[in-house]
């Protein structure tokens, strides 16, 4: 059973960058099997994918986000980050950390974080 918890500030001012942490356990970031993925959801709005972080380091983006986002890791904390610079309003939602299995599915989520970018 893979348990996954996000944590960082719920509360952004625009132009700001936006930090959070997703802490894992029960699995290694490091071992194959999973990447591991940032999502969010907007009010009223659906799932976005944003990002994820593989298990060698590699990283990929959403075309939308490339110029802001940025994923890291801590092998020894078995965390991963998520950073996303210059937010707007818009980038108001909750942010979910999740691992994509191999077959593309995603079974494992964080129980979310609301992050609020307002002045």
């Known amino acids: 059973q893979v348990q996954l918890q996000e944590s960082g500030p719920g509360l952004v001012k625009p132009s700001q960058t936006l930090s959070l942490t997703c802490t894992v356990s029960?699995?290694?970031?490091?071992?194959?099997?999973?990447?591991w993925s940032w999502i969010r959801q907007p009010p009223g709005k659906g799932l976005e994918w944003m990002g994820v972080?593989?298990?060698?380091?590699?990283?990929y983006y959403s075309p939308s986000l490339k110029s802001r986002i940025s994923i890291s890791r801590d092998t020894s904390k078995n965390q991963f980050s998520l950073q996303l610079s210059s937010v707007t309003p818009e980038d108001t939602a909750v942010y979910y950390c999740?691992?994509?299995?191999?077959?593309?599915?995603?079974?494992?989520w964080g129980q979310g974080t609301q992050v609020t970018v307002s002045s």
């Open positions: 972080i593989d298990n060698d380091g590699s990283t």
């Open positions: 029960g699995a290694s970031i490091t071992s194959s099997g999973y990447a």
């Open positions: 999740a691992p994509r299995e191999g077959t593309g599915c995603f079974t494992y």
